[in-house]
């Protein structure tokens, strides 16, 4: 290794090893480049998918008493977007995944949370921009659910509903257009502001809440749903990270990587966010830690991206001021390395990203960390380095 290798390697921590590229590579921050006005109102709480071509952001709110039912279609390569209206509900905390053809929404609140919530949703093809509506799922409505997409149908799971959280859920076939129920024997305990990945075999439920706003129960196991079999089987707790809720989950491809979010507690409960995470591999049932060398700080509503070799984390709310930092995580190396914060957009908390391949897209969000709100309507596309 050259000597201005091993002096950056020094300056990044003592955990940044592997060949002289690798080293150089991740003491690099690389690049921001601005994206055209959306042409849409800023928002928080609204999703965004990637379809390979094209990012469809959708719903989202303003207020409580202001979600949205508009997005937007934003070609990377034209830097062109296009609006989209829905002629279903506006909503916001709903559940989004891309089938490989359609953006399909589900879930969420209309108005109010506590009296408005949601069991329907849309289907978005952008090749004709038309929107189709779903059957009826069979569940409750309910806020906060999570989903996602086997390749063949959408599972939605958990959430709070008028009442309370929710372990049943429902799987979807857009071929069909038919719902069938997710089995809840042996399902995790109920929950909303959790996790779930697809491991291309298995959805994997981890973290998350239940119980009353001011004593709230984090004491939740994880589980791992198999759609072949309708089973769930439970995953081990031994070395897992500390349990909590509003954090981000990826999968690698062989690993679940959590990370951030928070903890509240007491009364009025008081937020505890996190810069710690964990990696669990479902081959072995076993977790290992994530080092903390050089981690970005502590926050929840962040945004976080897998790119095939790094996950992405930008933006969110520390305990008292945005998260102005940002960094990328290497499984391979177990290291954090610099993402550039020069030339990048505002950042927000509760903002949407997805990754295109070769760009982090982050689009919207709030500018601002306790009362009032500041939407932001501009993003921005981050390449690594």
Same mark, same amino acid.
């Given at each position: ?183 809840? $024997? +042996? *399902? /995790?305990?109920? %929950?909303? =502001?959790?996790?779930?990945? &697809? @491991? ?5 439920? !981890? #973290? ?84 903390? $060398? +050089? *981690? /970005?700080?502590? %926050?929840? =509503?962040?945004?976080?991206? &897998? @790119? ?5 984390? !930008? #933006? ?70």
């Amino acid at each position: 290794m050259s000597a201005v290798a091993i002096a950056l390697a020094g300056a990044c921590g003592d955990n940044l090893v592997g060949d002289e590229d690798e080293v150089m590579r991740c003491t690099l921050p690389g690049a921001w480049r601005p994206l055209p006005a959306f042409g849409i109102a800023g928002r928080v709480d609204h999703t965004a998918v990637w379809t390979g071509a094209h990012m469809i952001v959708w719903g989202g709110t303003q207020a409580v008493s202001q979600p949205f039912a508009d997005g937007t279609v934003f070609d990377p390569g034209a830097n062109m977007p296009h609006g989209t209206q829905a002629p279903i509900e506006p909503r916001d905390d709903h559940a989004a995944v891309w089938t490989g053809s359609e953006m399909i929404v589900w879930g969420g609140n209309s108005y109010d949370e506590d009296i408005n919530r949601l069991n329907d949703g849309g289907r978005y093809d952008p090749r004709s921009a038309v929107w189709r509506g779903l059957s009826f799922a069979g569940l409750t409505p309910r806020d906060d659910p999570r989903a996602v997409w086997t390749g063949s149908e959408m599972i939605v799971w958990g959430g709070h509903d008028d009442y309370k959280e929710n372990n049943d859920g429902g799987r979807y076939d857009p071929v069909t257009d038919r719902w069938r129920p997710v089995s809840v $024997v +042996g *399902a /995790p305990e109920p %929950r909303e =502001d959790h996790t779930m990945v &697809w @491991t291309g075999r298995e959805m994997i439920v !981890w #973290g998350g809440w239940n119980g009353p706003d001011t004593a709230r129960n984090y004491d939740l196991s994880g589980g791992r749903y198999d759609p072949a079999t309708d089973t769930w089987r439970p995953m081990s707790r031994d070395g897992a990270p500390p349990l909590r809720e509003d954090h981000s989950a990826i999968w690698t491809g062989k690993e679940m990587v959590v990370w951030g979010g928070v903890v509240r507690d007491g009364s009025p409960p008081m937020r505890h966010r996190l810069a710690t995470g964990g990696r669990y591999d479902p081959a072995t049932d076993t977790w290992r830690p994530i080092t903390d $060398v +050089g *981690a /970005p700080s502590a %926050r929840e =509503d962040d945004v976080v991206v &897998w @790119t095939g070799t790094e996950m992405i984390v !930008w #933006g969110g709310r520390g305990d008292s001021a945005l998260a102005i930092d940002a960094a990328r995580y290497s499984p391979a190396f177990d290291r954090w390395c610099p993402v550039a914060t020069d030339g990048g957009p505002p950042v927000t908390h509760d903002a949407a990203g997805v990754w295109t391949g070769t760009e982090l897209i982050v689009w919207g969000g709030d500018r601002t960390i306790g009362a009032g709100a500041s939407y932001s309507d501009s993003g921005g596309a981050y390449t690594p380095p």
